[in-house]
């Protein structure tokens, strides 16, 4: 999976690439090239004390040194904006798909591996991509050529190549295997500390209010010290490859110079040939030590990309039908008419469906209610109205469409969805009634938040429109959040609106209110509301009593009253006799 991330997401940055094999050959061929020179400053200069020689080949190292700076802070340049290329490229699809999975895909994987794997996987693989660019390019070019050089300069010390060479390879090689199972499970580690954190930072006031800040507190600490422990040990292993490349290091130089003087002292062998052999040795290890850091980071990147491509590869279970229908010019008062026949709904692995022959319509013009009691599937229901999931037996049709057989955005375009829990971006007033209508008009807001009965408390708020809102809407009330919510939704002006418990954060003046507003600005539209509390139902023209997955009861509030048990169980738990009559 690597290998075909790094092919797939580098082929942009080909460009940038070739610049850097080219001038890393260029670095590469200067420093091969500078041992020669030195030996013949030594061998011809030094030892015939021929000044202008030395001068002469001494400037032309210092030049050959500067463009071996030169081209090596160039490189690193370029294949810093190709590493940083790619990791951009990488981010973005990851984000692109998230984007496109189905609640389902984002249950499986859970919010907070998703991130891990959009930012600290990626950065795994981009700092891979940062040193092979820096190091791994220069390390075959100098080791091959080291060894060529090395071998011209004096064939029969070459053995000593052929000794050091293989000894720190599997050296390093055993060190390497051992800390593969380990950078694998410091990424699932990682999860967890982002799932604890996450937790404890979204109920914060919960473990507050019940006091369990030392409890949460060592529950933080365990999966801290897990990551921790992991990493040192991986460390440990890391810190080990250092003194057995410096030990091959030392002991071939030694080695070099001891036989070396041997062949000196009987006049085979001059010093500057000794001096440059030794400088080859030392390049070839130097560029197996630089293939050992890219070694040591390959396994950790190798179990990023894995966990990347399976974030690529999984497909969204709500897929656009390959060829997608389209609502008919003549439908327009029928497209927000939502019907459902027969539909079954089961998650993965469960025993039993949630949902089971649930079958209504609800028409445009009029109100449709849901009502149930907790763990009904009530929920589930509102995830199939717009396709978050797909439903495993039955139809779901908008308009006289299966939703199957619309393309999700236009599906999603004619749906007004205000969810149980709102939840507003960070920017402003403004900003958040856009997100349904980018082009609506400043009338047009005002006109959904006083439907919403948010005018007020907005005209209040610094700034209006453009007063600040915080991520989550955490800088405004529950209520206020859940009425710009709703507006949000009326902004939009879709032919369905579907209310899941939007109201039960409104106290029952501002309830009726708003629910009597609604009538008003949404005449024409199919309305579904998914309600715990009666009043805010009273006065559907359908309302539909769910228990247990089933539909156990449909009729008007009057209606309900005198036909269902489960019904009458619920008026009679919320309301006062007089308002049940």
Not at 228 to 240: C, I, V
Not at 332 to 345: D, H, Q, T
Not at 514 to 519: I, N, S, T
């Amino acid at each position: 999976m690597l290998w075909k991330l790094l092919v797939e997401y580098l082929r942009p940055q080909r460009r940038l690439l070739i610049a850097v094999v080219v001038f890393q050959l260029a670095q590469s061929i200067a420093s091969l090239y500078l041992p020669t020179l030195n030996a013949d400053i030594i061998d011809e200069g030094v030892a015939k004390g021929d000044t202008g020689y030395i001068l002469r080949v001494g400037s032309l190292m210092l030049f050959i040194t500067l463009l071996q700076i030169a081209c090596a802070v160039t490189a690193v340049y370029f294949g810093a904006k190709a590493a940083m290329g790619m990791g951009r490229d990488l981010r973005g699809a990851i984000f692109t798909r998230v984007g496109e999975f189905s609640e389902q895909e984002v249950t499986r994987f859970g919010a907070p591996s998703l991130i891990t794997r959009s930012t600290n996987d990626v950065q795994q693989v981009q700092q891979l991509v940062l040193m092979s660019a820096t190091l791994m390019v220069a390390a075959p070019m100098l080791s091959v050529g080291g060894v060529i050089m090395a071998v011209r300069q004096d064939a029969q010390l070459s053995w000593l190549i052929a000794v050091s060479v293989p000894v720190l390879l599997i050296g390093v090689g055993i060190i390497i295997s051992r800390m593969v199972p380990l950078f694998r499970s410091m990424q699932v580690r990682i999860d967890t500390v982002n799932r604890v954190l996450r937790e404890q930072l979204a109920g914060i006031r919960v473990v507050r209010a019940f006091v369990r800040e030392d409890l949460e507190t060592a529950r933080f600490a365990r999966a801290n010290d897990d990551v921790t422990d992991t990493a040192l040990r991986a460390g440990r292993l890391m810190a080990l490859a250092f003194p057995v490349v410096m030990l091959v290091l030392n002991v071939s130089s030694v080695a070099v110079i001891w036989f070396g003087a041997v062949r000196i002292e009987d006049g085979s062998m001059q010093v500057g040939t000794l001096i440059a052999f030794l400088s080859y040795l030392l390049q070839i290890l130097m560029s197996v030590m630089m293939a050992t850091f890219m070694a040591v980071m390959i396994p950790r990147a190798a179990v990023s990309a894995d966990r990347i491509g399976e974030v690529l590869e999984t497909e969204s279970s709500v897929r656009p039908p390959p060829h997608p229908e389209r609502f008919g010019a003549s439908d327009g008062a029928r497209r927000g008419e939502l019907e459902m026949r027969g539909v079954r709904f089961a998650y993965p692995g469960a025993q039993q469906p949630v949902l089971s022959n649930i079958t209504f319509t609800a028409r445009a013009g009029q109100t449709t209610a849901i009502i149930g009691s907790t763990g009904s599937g009530k929920t589930t229901l509102v995830n199939l109205m717009p396709r978050l999931f797909d439903a495993t037996g039955g139809a779901v049709l908008m308009g006289g469409v299966d939703v199957r057989e619309l393309h999700p955005d236009l599906l999603w375009g004619h749906i007004g969805l205000v969810p149980q829990r709102p939840y507003l971006f960070s920017g402003t007033v403004r900003s958040n009634l856009l997100y349904g209508k980018p082009d609506a008009t400043e009338d047009e807001l005002w006109g959904a938040l006083a439907t919403a009965q948010a005018q007020d408390f907005v005209r209040e708020m610094e700034g209006g429109l453009d007063a600040p809102i915080s991520q989550g809407g955490t800088n405004v009330s529950g209520g206020q959040r859940q009425r710009l919510a709703i507006a949000r939704a009326l902004v939009k002006r879709p032919e369905l609106y579907i209310f899941d418990d939007s109201f039960s954060s409104l106290d029952t003046a501002t309830d009726a209110r708003l629910r009597q507003a609604l009538k008003h600005d949404t005449s024409g539209a199919t309305l579904v509301i998914i309600a715990q509390r009666v009043s805010s139902i009273l006065d559907a023209d359908q309302i539909l009593v769910l228990d247990d997955g089933r539909i156990v009861g449909r009729g008007t509030h009057g209606e309900l009253l005198e036909t269902s048990e489960t019904y009458r169980e619920i008026v009679s738990s919320q309301l006062a006799a007089e308002e049940a009559a």
